[in-house]
């Protein structure tokens, strides 16, 4: 499929990267508040994944964080390659981008913190660490 003229495919790539990995920390940030609030994460996944906040991102994550599963599919480390070009890219051509921005630092924190090579799922533990809470099953 020819998306426009020449460098459309990685703008489009970089595009992707801002929206599912956006989406992968609000549903962290998410799921981490239904946990400090002492909600069964697992049963908050089964009531919401099949309404409007259900997506391919949420089927694909949570049950893997509430796994404790970080084995990389997608590491942090190339998502937090793939973020800077996007603050970059969007910096050279004057377009503010507040979330992908803070995403970036989320990111750097969780390189500082040792986690590059955990599956982009891991985002979940920079929400965890300032709640002290870890989304988890119960049982």
């Known amino acids: ?46 009531a919401i ?29 190339i998502n937090h390659k793939d973020i800077k070009n996007v603050v970059n890219t969007a910096h050279s051509i004057d377009v503010p981008i507040s979330y992908t921005a803070q995403l970036y630092e989320i990111l750097q924190t969780l390189k500082i913190h040792g986690h590059m090579e955990d599956d982009h799922g891991g985002i979940v533990q920079y929400f965890e660490e300032l709640a002290n809470v870890e989304v988890k099953k119960l049982s």
């Open 49 to 77: 994944r099949g309404g409007l906040a259900g997506s391919a991102v949420l089927d694909a994550k949570i049950p893997r964080i509430i796994e404790r599963n970080f084995k990389p599919g997608g590491p942090i480390r």
């Open 1 to 46: 499929m020819l998306i426009g003229g020449p460098g459309s495919g990685s703008v489009t790539k970089l595009a992707n990267q801002v929206i599912v990995n956006n989406t992968i920390a609000v549903v962290s940030e998410a799921f981490v508040l239904a946990t400090k609030a002492g909600a069964d994460s697992e049963k908050v996944y089964q």
